[in-house]
């Protein structure tokens, strides 16, 4: 399971803005350059200023919006006719970029440590590769879960708010970056194996 599945109840209540965003002209790369652009200004931000910590509370909340910009992009080029070779690599290595500018401040947040921060954020870029790889094999791009695009802005989505709230996370919480690095890489595996076994059963 993964909260990707939700997808399809977000991009219909979405659906009305999307129609008059392709009216008045917005394209999917303008929305998807935009969300790459505030993601690394404002994890960058975060990282190097290291303001308080209720500063935090931007992530969960740019997180959501971030989701809405993700699932606008992609409506507006599939339903109004603005596909193209160029917003389809944007759409990929946006998003890689955009996670680890976003993950990268929680390297700061005690207990965790920085390089486990650093190997999340290199198996989250892996994961996004392994499934975009899919159509490359013959199969379909891959989304399988546990730890997908999605559930990782959950997870740290949730984590910001935490320190934003200024409750102190336990000594026990740094075998959470180890955690989920298990389970992102867990995500990379599966998504090879299930594009591997589309393409056979093709």
Same mark, same amino acid.
């Given at each position: 399971? $993964?909260?990707?599945?939700?997808?399809?109840?977000?991009?219909?209540?979405?659906?009305?803005?999307?129609?008059?965003?392709?009216?008045?002209?917005?394209?999917?790369?303008?929305?998807?350059?935009?969300?790459?652009?505030?993601?690394?200004?404002?994890?960058?931000?975060?990282?190097?200023?290291?303001?308080?910590?209720?500063?935090?509370?931007?992530?969960?909340?740019?997180?959501?919006?971030?989701?809405?910009?993700?699932?606008?992009?992609?409506?507006?080029?599939?339903?109004?006719?603005?596909?193209?070779?160029?917003?389809?690599?944007?759409?990929?290595?946006?998003?890689?970029?955009?996670?680890?500018?976003?993950?990268?401040?929680?390297?700061?947040?005690?207990?965790?440590?920085?390089?486990?921060?650093?190997?999340?954020?290199?198996?989250?870029?892996?994961?996004?590769?392994?499934?975009?790889?899919?159509? &490359?094999?013959?199969? $379909?791009?891959?989304?399988?879960?546990?730890?997908?695009? $999605?559930?990782?802005?959950?997870?740290?989505?949730?984590?910001?708010?935490?320190?934003?709230?200024?409750?102190?996370?336990?000594?026990?919480?740094?075998?959470?970056?180890?955690?989920?690095?298990?389970?992102?890489?867990? &995500?990379?595996?599966?998504?090879?194996?299930?594009?591997?076994?589309?393409?056979?059963?093709?």
């Amino acid at each position: 399971m $993964s909260i990707y599945q939700l997808k399809p109840r977000f991009q219909a209540l979405l659906r009305p803005l999307v129609q008059r965003l392709a009216r008045a002209g917005v394209t999917a790369n303008q929305v998807t350059m935009a969300a790459c652009l505030v993601s690394v200004a404002l994890g960058l931000w975060l990282f190097w200023a290291a303001p308080s910590h209720a500063a935090f509370a931007l992530v969960p909340l740019w997180m959501l919006v971030r989701m809405a910009f993700n699932a606008v992009d992609g409506m507006l080029a599939r339903e109004h006719g603005q596909q193209s070779a160029l917003g389809a690599f944007l759409n990929e290595l946006t998003d890689v970029v955009s996670d680890a500018a976003l993950y990268l401040p929680f390297a700061l947040v005690a207990p965790f440590s920085g390089f486990w921060v650093g190997v999340v954020i290199v198996l989250a870029g892996l994961s996004e590769f392994a499934g975009a790889l899919g159509p &490359t094999v013959g199969a $379909s791009r891959r989304y399988d879960g546990p730890m997908g695009k $999605s559930d990782r802005a959950f997870v740290f989505g949730a984590l910001g708010l935490y320190v934003a709230l200024g409750w102190p996370l336990p000594a026990a919480a740094a075998w959470l970056m180890p955690l989920l690095a298990l389970a992102t890489g867990w &995500t990379v595996v599966r998504r090879v194996r299930a594009a591997l076994a589309e393409r056979t059963a093709g």
